[in-house]
């Protein structure tokens, strides 16, 4: 086995990579078949073994571009149905956004192919390692687009029960020790029994943690209150090309929409509509009027609401992508984690105008200020997202150690009935599962959704239809162990393993 590895040729491997990393999308929603990123990680660990630094790295590229092609390939149709791109440009675009995005994926892997691609334990320790470092980068790297973690799958697995304690991140590290663990089994199956003791060690300890994942998913770290919150949800399904129109009628028409479907919720406790739910050709102070007459009927039933809106601050001459509280809710919270392009553009003067999807009225928002505090509603606190904002794992975490409940305010209509919808709902579940929060989570076109502290969906609306849906949430004060410490610890963590495989080495090589 391992002679037929080893003398594989460039181009095959290189394909095999591509194929492997494309391959992972099945183990996401909406397809969920997690053993497939087990088997195509054991396919990558064992391309990387026992390669040349240039082999690694350009297998580790491929893999990457696999990866990001196929997880990702939604961003096509923002780029072309709303940006006005044309199909061949917008799919060379998405290419190339993947190819950034492997060159990202692949940093880690230098340390990998640097120091630890001939050690005895390079695949069993160094590569989950190497790869929670890279997942804990692309949280924070060029303001971080942290997508398509392999814990995301994990929803349902025996490795549930890590998320509350390590996080996602945690369970991307089992699942690579465990393909890393298999690549060795699949390398040395012809091996002596004497250089076996390690990998069976390793082994055992994979059995120990998919065991113990399937017992910790039985214990709630964070007990709810007793007191039942009323939730009223608004999906307008307003189509995106009328939202982006700065059409009069159609503004009004969105008004009337959002007066008419919260007519029958105001007997609950919140009621919630999504991001941007005001039309965007409305700022806050612009809509005030109208925001008035809501709060007024808020007020009057003893509800609290909250609502996207864009927020002007004049005097600074900026704009936020904003949630507002009206009625029994209290409080503004602008977002602090915008997308590239998307709701602004990181080089304005050079990219402005080559081409619709860089004039796109939303390409104007300014980062909101890091140390706000979420919203109150009838006493209870809430932390905000916005959005991209709910992805962010440590974000949410830290910011729920002072709230009792999660809200998530969403416009996915840029990406139409794609996968992306899905890919995003199952990441929202997963902030759910390590805060040990209620989350709900509103959106404009659907799914819509009241998720529980353990991460499973309660009640969900439909997608592209207007409706109006109910739901029940409890208030959870207590925190969870991921609350406590974050991912901080599994990155020093992560690097201080690093450290301990390379140290020997580097004091043989500097006593020879």
């Not at 004039?359 to 606190?381: C, E, M, W, Y």
Request: aromatic content about 14%.
């Amino acid at each position: 086995m391992p002679d037929k590895i080893l003398n594989l040729s460039q181009p095959i491997a290189l394909i095999i990579a591509l194929i492997s990393g494309a391959l992972i999308t099945l183990s996401f929603a909406p397809f969920n078949i997690w053993p497939i990123a087990l088997l195509s990680l054991t396919t990558l660990a064992l391309l990387l073994k026992e390669q040349s630094f240039k082999s690694i790295l350009w297998r580790s590229f491929a893999f990457g571009v696999g990866f990001y092609s196929a997880g990702i390939h939604w961003i096509y149709v923002s780029i072309h149905n709303f940006g006005g791109a044309s199909p061949m440009l917008a799919g060379f675009l998405v290419f190339i956004f993947a190819c950034i995005m492997a060159v990202v994926f692949t940093l880690p892997f230098y340390v990998f192919a640097r120091w630890f691609n001939r050690h005895a334990l390079g695949l069993i320790i160094a590569l989950p390692a190497c790869w929670l470092l890279g997942e804990w980068m692309r949280t924070w790297l060029l303001t971080g687009f942290p997508w398509l973690f392999l814990g995301y799958a994990h929803l349902n697995s025996p490795l549930t029960g890590w998320a509350p304690i390590t996080g996602v991140m945690g369970i991307s590290f089992i699942l690579v020790m465990s393909a890393g663990t298999l690549a060795e089994w699949i390398w040395k199956v012809k091996g002596q029994p004497t250089k076996k003791i390690s990998l069976i060690i390793a082994s055992l300890s994979c059995v120990a943690f998919w065991t113990a994942g399937a017992s910790l998913k039985n214990i709630t770290w964070a007990e709810p209150d007793t007191a039942p919150i009323k939730i009223g949800m608004v999906q307008p399904n307003i189509d995106q090309s009328t939202k982006l129109s700065f059409n009069q009628d159609t503004t009004i028409a969105a008004l009337d929409q959002l007066r008419d479907l919260s007519t029958d919720l105001w007997t609950n406790d919140w009621v919630i509509w999504p991001e941007a739910a005001i039309p965007t050709s409305l700022t806050y102070q612009d809509a005030l009027p109208f925001l008035e007459e809501i709060n007024s009927k808020a007020s009057e039933h003893s509800a609290a609401l909250f609502t996207g809106v864009i927020y002007e601050d004049r005097a600074k001459q900026k704009y936020y992508n904003s949630i507002a509280g009206l009625g029994e809710g209290y409080g503004f919270y602008h977002k602090r984690r915008l997308v590239p392009f998307g709701e602004y553009l990181p080089f304005p003067n050079q990219v402005r105008g080559l081409i619709e999807f860089f004039n796109l009225p939303t390409s104007f928002i300014h980062l909101g200020p890091q140390d706000q505090h979420g919203l109150i509603a009838k006493g209870v606190r809430i932390t905000p997202a916005i959005c991209y904002e709910i992805v962010y794992p440590d974000l949410i975490a830290q910011a729920a150690k002072e709230t009792q409940v999660l809200l998530s305010v969403n416009n996915l209509g840029w990406f139409l009935d794609s996968i992306q919808s899905k890919q995003f709902m199952q990441m929202a579940q997963m902030r759910a599962l390590e805060t040990g929060r209620y989350l709900v989570y509103s959106t404009n076109n659907g799914p819509s959704a009241i998720i529980d502290n353990h991460g499973k969906i309660l009640n969900h609306s439909d997608s592209f239809k207007a409706q109006t849906f109910t739901g029940v949430i409890y208030a959870v004060k207590d925190w969870t162990p991921f609350m406590v410490y974050g991912s901080g610890p599994l990155a020093i963590l992560s690097t201080l393993l690093l450290l301990s495989l390379s140290t020997p080495l580097l004091l043989k090589r500097q006593e020879q």
